[in-house]
C-alpha cells in the first residue's frame, strides 16, 4: 500500500493557559498515517496516554499494512492504542485514570481515506469551498443529542459539553466510529483537537483552510487564530491536501511564482535605486536606504502577497496609501508616476530575469506583474477621479458664491488682484510614506511599545473626528486598533475583525458598500490623523506603516469573505451562461430551420397566404 | 511599444469577433458602465476599443493610442461616466480579450505571448489614461485658482 501524493503538514502548540502539551501529532506520510491525539490526566499523565496511543497506532500500522483491509487495519490499530493506554494507566499509580482522544486518518493508494476516531477531536473535510464535519464527538451531550434527549442548541451551554462519553484508555477494548471517503483532486481534511474548534468561529477555520496557503501556513495560522479566542487549551492540527493533477498557471503563480519574484528582491531593490527611486521627492528627507525599504520593498512584498493569494487588494492597498496620502499633503502627480514607473521598471527587470532563467515559469510571472500594474493603475485612477469630482464641486460652489457676491454692491466693485493663491505646484517639506510595509510580514516580528502607543493615539484621534452616528466607521477603527497591535503576521484577528464587521450583510451594493465605504474612510482619517500625533518622524512613519497593514489585512479580510459569499452567485452564472450558449444554438437553429420554411412556404403562397405557385393548383 | 509581429496581430484579428461575443456575453458581470448600456451602444463601443486594440498592438502607435483614448475619455464623459468608471471599463476589455488569447494559448503557444502582450498593453492603456486625467485634473485645478484669486473676499 503506497499514499498518494498528498500534500500534509502537522502543528501543535501549548496554548495561552496550560503549562503542558499533552496533544500528540501522528505525520506519516510514508505510511499514509496521519493523527491528532488530545491526552487527559493528572500530571503528564496525559503527554504518556497520547503519545503511548500514537506510537502504538503507527507501529500497528506499520507491522499489519497489507495484511488487512484498510478499515479494519485503521480501526484495530487505533483500539490497539486503546488497550496499551488501559493497560499502562492500570499498571502505574501515577497513570491511573488517564486516556487520550484520538482522530485518525489512513489514506490509501486508491486515494480513499479511512477516518476513525475516539473522543471529542474532529475531523473535517473542506470541498467545494465548504466546510463539513465528518465526526461526531463522542461526549456525553452528543449522546444525549443522538437519542433525542437534548436539543442540539443546548449543547453549547450543556455543563458537560466537555465530558467524554468515549476515550481510548478507559477501557480495555474500545469501539471506534468508521468512516471512509473517496478523496478528491482540491480536497482539504482537517485533524484538530478542540483546543482549535473550541476557541475559533467555525467560518473562520473554513476560511484559512480555503486560502490555498501552502498546507503549513494553514495549520500554523489555525493555531494562531485559536491563540487569538483565547488559546484556553492545547490546540493541534493536521491539514491534508490533494492538490490538483497538474497544477494551473494559477496554481504555478501563486508558489513558483511568488517564490521567484521573493528571490529576486534584492534585484527589485536594485533596479529602483539605479532608477532613482531615492530622490523622488516624496521619500525627499529620508535615508536612501530607508526610502528604498519603505517604498520598493513594500511594493515588492504587497506584490509578492498579491502572488501568492491571487489577489490584487495588497498593492491596490499599498497604491491608495502611497497616492492618496501624498495628494493629501498637497504633493504632485508627476512624483506619483515617477515613483510608479520606477517601480514599474523595477518588477520588469526582475522578471526579464526570471524570464531568461525559467522562460514558462517568467511568461507567467510576466502576466501576473503586469496586471499588478494595472491594479495599482486602477487605484490611482479611483484616486483622480474622486479629486477631479472634488474640483469640479468646488468650482460650482465658488461660481455660485461668486454670482451671490456680485449680486451685493460692496463686492461687486472688488478690483481684481494679482495675487495667485495657486498651490498646485506647493510640495511637501517632510517626506510622506503614507504607505509603510509591515514589520515583517513574510518573517513576523513585533511592534515596538512606542508605535503602539503612537498607534493607539491616532486612531483615538480618528475615533474622536468621526461623526457620532458614524457606527461602521467607529467599528472599523476598533478593529484596525485591535489588527494594528497584533504587529505579527496572522491574520487571525483580521479574519475575525472582518467576519464580525460583515455579520450578516447581504451581496448588494446596499449591504456591502457602506462596509467598503467606510474601510475608505477610515483609511483617510487615520491617515489624517497619523500626522497629528507628536512624535518623531521615524516613529510617525513606523506607526503609518502598522495602521496601513492593518487596514491592508482588514480589507483583504473583508475582500476574501465577500468572495467566499459571491461564489454560488458566480456558480450560478456560470451555469446560465453555458445554458444560454444552448439556447442560443437551439435559437440559430430553429431561426435556420424558420428560414427553410418560408423560403419553402414562399414558393407555395402569395402575399395574402392564398396558396399558389409549385402545385399550381390556385391562380390568384 | 514596440510593433507586434505579424503572425500575433493577425490571430488577435482571428480572436476578436470572439472577444467582443464574450465582452458582450459577460458585460453586466465585468463592469457597471458596460452593463448599463443597449446591446448595439454596448457593441458599437467595446468594438471600437478591440479595433483601436489591434492597431497599436499592429503599430505601436502611442501618439494614436493617448489621442483614441483622449476622444474615448471625453465621450464617456459626455455619457456621465466618470474616470475610474471608463478606466475599469478599458481594463475589463482588455481583461477578457487576454482571457481569450490565454484559452487559445491551449491550441497554440503564440496564444499565450498574445495574452501577455494584451495584459502589457492594458497596463499602458491604464497608464495614459490616468496621465490624461492626471492633466484634466490640473488644468481645473488652475481654473478654479483663477476663479478664487479673483474673489478675494472668498478666500478664507
Request: hydrophobic letters at 45%; one cysteine or more; charged letters at 25%.
Amino acid at each position: 500500500m503506497t499514499a498518494p501524493a498528498l500534500r500534509v503538514a502537522g502543528d501543535s502548540h501549548v496554548g495561552k493557559v496550560r503549562r503542558t502539551n499533552e496533544d500528540s501529532l501522528l505525520v506519516e506520510p510514508r505510511l499514509g498515517l496521519y493523527a491528532v491525539l488530545d491526552g487527559m490526566g493528572g500530571a503528564k499523565a496525559g503527554e504518556v496516554a497520547s503519545r503511548m496511543a500514537r506510537d502504538t497506532i503507527r507501529d500497528f500500522v506499520a507491522a499489519r499494512r497489507g495484511a488487512l483491509p484498510p478499515r479494519q487495519l485503521l480501526e484495530q490499530a487505533i483500539a490497539a492504542g486503546g488497550t496499551a493506554v488501559h493497560r499502562a494507566a492500570k499498571a502505574s499509580r501515577e497513570h491511573h485514570g488517564m486516556g487520550t482522544t484520538a482522530v485518525a486518518c489512513l489514506v490509501t493508494e486508491g486515494k480513499r481515506a479511512v477516518i476513525g476516531h475516539v473522543g471529542d477531536s474532529r475531523a473535517y473535510l473542506l470541498r467545494g469551498g465548504r466546510l463539513q464535519a465528518l465526526t461526531r464527538d463522542h461526549t456525553i451531550v452528543e449522546e444525549l443529542v443522538a437519542r433525542g434527549l437534548l436539543a442540539p442548541e443546548e449543547v453549547a451551554r450543556h455543563p458537560h459539553k466537555n465530558v467524554l462519553s468515549r476515550n481510548l484508555g478507559a477501557r480495555s477494548e474500545t469501539r471506534v466510529d468508521l468512516l471512509e471517503l473517496e478523496i478528491q483532486v482540491g480536497d482539504r481534511l482537517l485533524l484538530c483537537s478542540d483546543g482549535l474548534y473550541g476557541y475559533a468561529a467555525t467560518e473562520a477555520i473554513q476560511y484559512l483552510l480555503g486560502s490555498g496557503d501552502a498546507p503549513d501556513h494553514v495549520c500554523r495560522d489555525l493555531i494562531e487564530l485559536a491563540l487569538r479566542g483565547g488559546g484556553g487549551d492545547n490546540v493541534s492540527t493536521v491539514v491534508i491536501e490533494a492538490p490538483g493533477q497538474a497544477p494551473t498557471s494559477t496554481q504555478v503563480v501563486r508558489t513558483n511564482g511568488a517564490a521567484a519574484w521573493w528571490q529576486k528582491r534584492q534585484r527589485f531593490l536594485a533596479i529602483a535605486k539605479e532608477r532613482g527611486l531615492t530622490r523622488n521627492p516624496i521619500v525627499r528627507g529620508l535615508d536612501p536606504k530607508e526610502a528604498l525599504e519603505l517604498v520598493a520593498l513594500s511594493l515588492c512584498e504587497a506584490v509578492f502577497h498579491d502572488l501568492e493569494r491571487s489577489t490584487g487588494v495588497n498593492v491596490w492597498t499599498f497604491t491608495q496609501h502611497l497616492a492618496g496620502g501624498w495628494f493629501e499633503r498637497g504633493g504632485d502627480w508627476a512624483s506619483i508616476r515617477g515613483v510608479i514607473d520606477i517601480l514599474g521598471a523595477s518588477a520588469r527587470g526582475v522578471v526579464d530575469e526570471v524570464r531568461a532563467a525559467e522562460p514558462q515559469l517568467g511568461i507567467l510571472l510576466d502576466v501576473a506583474v503586469s496586471r499588478a500594474l494595472v491594479v495599482a493603475e486602477l487605484a490611482l485612477g479611483g484616486l483622480l477621479s474622486d479629486r477631479l469630482r472634488q474640483v469640479d464641486t468646488d468650482m460650482i460652489e465658488l461660481a455660485s458664491q461668486r454670482d451671490t457676491l456680485q449680486s451685493i454692491p460692496e463686492f461687486s466693485e472688488v478690483p481684481e488682484v494679482t495675487e495667485s493663491r495657486d498651490t498646485s505646484e506647493r510640495f511637501v517639506d517632510r517626506p510622506t510614506i503614507p504607505f509603510l510595509r509591515p514589520d515583517r510580514p513574510v518573517t513576523g516580528a513585533g511592534i515596538s511599545a512606542e508605535v503602539l502607543d503612537g498607534v493607539h493615539k491616532a486612531l483615538t484621534i480618528a475615533r474622536a473626528r468621526t461623526n457620532p452616528r458614524a457606527e461602521l466607521i467607529k467599528q472599523v477603527l476598533v478593529a484596525l486598533d485591535a489588527i494594528a497591535s497584533e504587529g505579527s503576521e496572522s491574520f487571525g484577528t483580521a479574519v475575525l475583525s472582518a467576519r464580525e464587521l460583515y455579520g450578516v450583510r447581504a451581496i448588494d451594493d446596499a449591504g456591502v458598500m457602506p462596509l467598503f465605504d467606510a474601510l475608505d474612510q477610515a483609511r483617510i482619517l487615520t491617515t489624517a490623523s497619523v500626522h497629528q500625533i507628536q512624535v518623531p518622524e521615524g516613529t510617525r512613519a513606523r506607526v503609518l506603516r502598522a495602521i496601513s497593514t492593518a487596514h491592508q489585512r482588514l480589507v483583504g479580510a473583508m475582500t476574501g469573505l465577500v468572495l467566499e459569499a459571491v461564489a454560488p452567485f458566480s456558480d450560478r452564472l456560470r451555469e446560465a451562461q453555458a445554458a444560454t450558449g444552448k439556447l442560443r444554438d437551439q435559437l440559430a437553429r430553429a431561426e435556420r430551420r424558420c428560414a427553410d420554411l418560408e423560403r419553402r412556404f414562399a414558393t407555395v403562397a402569395d402575399d395574402d397566404g392564398h396558396l399558389w405557385g409549385a402545385q399550381g393548383d390556385t391562380e390568384p | 511599444m514596440a510593433t507586434v509581429p505579424p503572425p500575433l496581430a493577425r490571430i488577435y484579428d482571428a480572436l476578436r469577433p470572439r472577444m467582443l461575443q464574450r465582452l458582450l456575453e459577460l458585460r453586466s458581470s465585468l463592469d457597471p458602465s458596460l452593463a448599463r448600456l443597449d446591446e448595439a451602444t454596448a457593441r458599437a463601443q467595446i468594438g471600437a476599443v478591440l479595433e483601436h486594440l489591434g492597431n497599436f498592438l499592429a503599430t505601436g502607435d502611442l501618439r494614436l493610442h493617448r489621442a483614441f483614448l483622449q476622444t474615448f475619455l471625453a465621450m464617456r464623459a459626455a455619457e456621465s461616466q466618470s474616470p475610474a468608471s471608463v478606466l475599469a471599463a478599458l481594463v475589463a476589455i482588455g481583461d477578457t480579450a487576454a482571457q481569450v488569447a490565454q484559452e487559445e494559448g491551449a491550441r497554440r503557444p503564440e496564444g499565450v505571448e498574445l495574452m501577455l502582450l494584451l495584459t502589457r498593453v492594458t497596463a499602458s492603456t491604464a497608464r495614459a489614461l490616468n496621465d490624461l486625467v492626471a492633466e484634466e485634473l490640473e488644468s481645473r485645478r488652475r481654473s478654479w485658482h483663477d476663479m478664487s484669486a479673483h474673489m478675494p473676499g472668498l478666500r478664507s
